[in-house]
């Protein structure tokens, strides 16, 4: 339902972020994590984004769905939260 509610609306506003990190979300729940992977990928790109530690999780936790274990690393490794330092460190 929010995926069919935020699409347009994203599709007005391509870039904004907090409709890309909520679309990517929204797809990753929905165990669509090849959908989720470039709304998650936008949010991350933009380090200014105030969804970008949260983003930087999920795009992980996608990338681990998708079996991508490298572009899985690579992402999780962008943020210091401790939540992708655990799964970094499991990923070992």
């Known amino acids: 339902n929010a995926i069919a509610k935020w699409t ?3 599709q007005k506003s391509p870039d904004n972020d907090t409709l890309q990190y909520f679309l ?3 797809y990753l729940t929905n165990n669509n994590s090849n959908k989720a992977i470039p709304y998650l990928n936008k949010t991350v790109n933009n380090s200014k984004s105030v969804f970008f530690e ?3 999780f999920y795009l992980g936790l996608a990338y681990l769905k998708e079996n991508n274990i490298s572009d899985a ?4 490794a962008k943020s210091n939260s401790q939540k992708n330092k655990n799964i970094l ?3 070992k």
Do not use: R
């Open 89 to 91: 460190d499991d990923l």
């Open 8 to 10: 347009p609306l994203e």
């Open 54 to 56: 949260d983003a930087t």
């Open 73 to 76: 690393k690579e992402t999780l």
């Open 24 to 26: 990517g979300v929204a």
